[in-house]
């Protein structure tokens, strides 16, 4: 018990202080996690519209595997990635091993099936009337798709809200491509993960609660870009090509 | 403006619509009546281009409507639809009112313009900058059709725009429906399964019975000639079964029913079964001890009443007379003549306002 209290005293210390050490370690996570979740969000929103309004042979299984793959542990994740882009695999010249970009990829491919699982049924959750309507006043294919994304856009923004949780929360990636190295690849699970093993539990729960006080920043600023951006697409839409 | 010719449409197995043949002129307002399910709302997505019939075609101002999603994207757009369930979406009211316009890629200053006059037009101006998914259903569905009309369409395509409303909204919407209509010489069609809505507001009605136009006309032609019994009913009009033409001169006919003899004009022959085709409102209603005096009904038939049901300022009087009529009489003239369950009463009908149906299946006896 007493250590979750040190714990706290010392996150306050930490952070207060701007501890140069852990302030580096949560700049990295931030920067990590938040490039992974805005690439994964660049791929997975137009790949979850792309299956969500187009018809095709084995669209239900291929929604069955991005769901499966919710599910799948960050260190397989981490494992396959290694034997890709270690020094021997088929990618090692690209040299990313044991580097944060190496790291951001990673992330990234571990949140984009959620992502897009959830941007898929976050479009299905519009209803078809909605689209039939939009149709009707004549909108190109185009045009509706911008439409029917803006209308499910709080439940798109809950799709990337998750997999930004699933990014700064996950060790398996971070330890196996990056490696934990001091100044370099180390992240705040990683550290934790760390300084547990070494019994600075006070220190671990510190840098949890940073972990944590990150993420509600993050949170709160991708909801303010969201009720903003109701005004902002609109300008998209209306720039898009007309029929 | 619209020709539709020999139209199919199938889901799977399912033939919503068969051969499906019709003109739809400028500037009028034509209904399409029908019960639930009967097609109507497919037939409307066709011609506003949102689906593709299986089979026939339909041609816009003359032009085929089959040819490429650009093609008919142009000719859409001459178009607007209402549907029955009004869908906003979660933003301002005039937003939802603009996008018609944004698509089209109009001025933001000239769509201010238009969205404010078609605000007006349906009387919402004071929402417009509301939230649209705080609207009533009946503000909603003005909503819609400041939406449908600020492209300033050809045509106006408006699917059971009333159904899921309350009386004052429906009436609102009708009443808008016929301004437009007058104002604008923008072509309407309509579709409702309320048969007097389809009467108000019709120059003409398209009967739809199980997927195929079963009666195009005027709507005295539709509701006092209706082509068949599943039409008379569906009209309203409960038909009386099992008669038989046994005299016809010149086309003044004797037709039997049971043991009573009605009087009617038709050119059907001599030896036919008939159904006759009777409007409620057309039936007379005397109690039988007033005294008899010459009347032009040509037809007075003893019965007895066996039910008697208010319907606003009007009340159906059900009379056994070996079958049964009906007769829609006000309120005040129930009433004065007294009239009650069990009292007998004489049925009056004038000749002319009987119509005969050759009945079903027997026709080619």
């Known amino acids: 018990m007493s250590d979750i209290a040190n714990g706290i005293i010392q996150a306050v210390d930490l952070i207060v202080t701007l501890n140069p050490e852990v302030m580096q370690i949560a700049a990295l996570s931030l920067y990590i996690s938040l490039s992974a979740t805005i690439i994964a969000a660049l791929i997975a929103i137009p790949a979850g519209a792309l299956i969500h309004f187009n018809d095709f042979y084995g669209k239900r299984a291929v929604i069955i595997i991005i769901q499966t793959l919710y599910s799948v542990p960050t260190v397989v994740v981490g494992l396959i990635l290694y034997l890709l882009i270690s020094r021997s695999g088929p990618l090692g010249i690209l040299g990313l091993l044991f580097t944060p970009q190496g790291m951001i ?88 993960t760390l300084e547990t093993g070494m019994g600075n539990f006070a220190l671990s729960i510190a840098l949890g609660i940073i972990l944590l006080v990150i993420a509600l920043i993050v949170v709160v600023i991708l909801n303010l870009i969201t009720s903003a951006l109701s005004s902002d697409m609109q300008q998209i839409a209306g720039g898009g090509p007309h029929g | 403006m619209i020709r539709i010719e020999r139209l199919g449409r199938s889901f799977g197995p399912k033939e919503v619509l068969r051969d499906i043949s019709l003109e739809i002129r400028k500037g009028e307002v034509f209904t399409l009546i029908g019960p639930s399910g009967s097609g109507k709302s497919t037939l409307i997505r066709l011609i506003d281009l949102l689906d593709s019939p299986t089979s026939g075609k339909i041609f816009f101002d003359g032009r085929d409507t089959a040819g490429s999603e650009k093609d008919r994207l142009a000719i859409r757009r001459r178009m607007s639809m209402v549907f029955q369930k009004p869908a906003v979406l979660n933003t301002t009211v005039a937003e939802n009112v603009a ?90 069609v309509l579709s409702t399964h309320d048969m007097l809505q389809g009467q108000r507001l019709a120059d003409r009605i398209g009967v739809i019975m199980d997927g195929r136009l079963a009666q195009v006309g005027s709507s005295l032609e539709i509701f006092y000639q209706p082509k068949g019994r599943q039409i008379a009913r ?116 004038k000749a002319t306002a009987i119509h005969v149906i050759p009945e079903e299946g027997n026709s080619s006896r």
Do not use: W
């Open chain 1, 105 to 192: 990829l990673g992330q990234t491919v571990l949140i984009i099936p959620i992502m897009m699982g959830l941007v898929i049924s976050a479009l299905s959750g519009i209803d078809k009337s909605i689209s039939d309507t939009l149709v009707s006043l004549g909108a190109t294919q185009f045009q509706k798709i911008v439409e029917i994304v803006r209308e499910a856009r709080f439940a798109i923004l809950s799709a990337v809200v998750l997999g930004f949780g699933r990014a700064i929360a996950e060790v398996g990636v971070a330890m196996m491509i990056g490696g934990n190295i001091r100044d370099h690849t180390r992240v705040l699970t990683t550290a934790i």
């Open chain 2, 99 to 188: 996008f018609g316009l944004k698509f089209r890629g109009e001025s933001a200053v000239e769509a201010e313009k238009k969205v404010r006059f078609a605000l007006n037009l349906v009387g919402l101006s004071d929402l417009y900058s509301r939230r649209a998914i705080t609207l009533s259903g009946g503000e909603m569905q003005r909503v819609a059709l400041a939406r449908a009309m600020v492209t300033e369409p050809e045509v106006l395509l408006l699917d059971e725009p009333t159904a899921n409303l309350d009386p004052v909204s429906s009436e609102m919407i009708e009443d808008l429906i016929v301004r437009i209509n007058k104002r604008f010489g923008t072509t309407i």
């Open chain 2, 234 to 349: 569906f009209v309203g009009i409960d038909a009386i079964n099992g008669g038989q033409v046994i005299e016809n001169t010149g086309g003044h006919a004797l037709i039997r029913v049971g043991e009573t003899c009605f009087e009617a004009l038709t050119p059907i022959p001599v030896g036919k079964q008939v159904s006759l085709c009777i409007r409620p409102e057309d039936v007379t209603l005397t109690p039988s001890d007033s005294v008899s005096e010459k009347t032009s009904m040509r037809n007075r038939i003893i019965g007895r009443i066996t039910k008697i049901v208010p319907s606003g300022p009007f009340v159906r009087v059900t009379v056994d007379c070996g079958f049964v009529m009906v007769s829609l009489i006000t309120r005040r003239s129930c009433t004065d003549l007294g009239l009650s369950l069990g009292a007998r009463v004489i049925a009056g009908v």
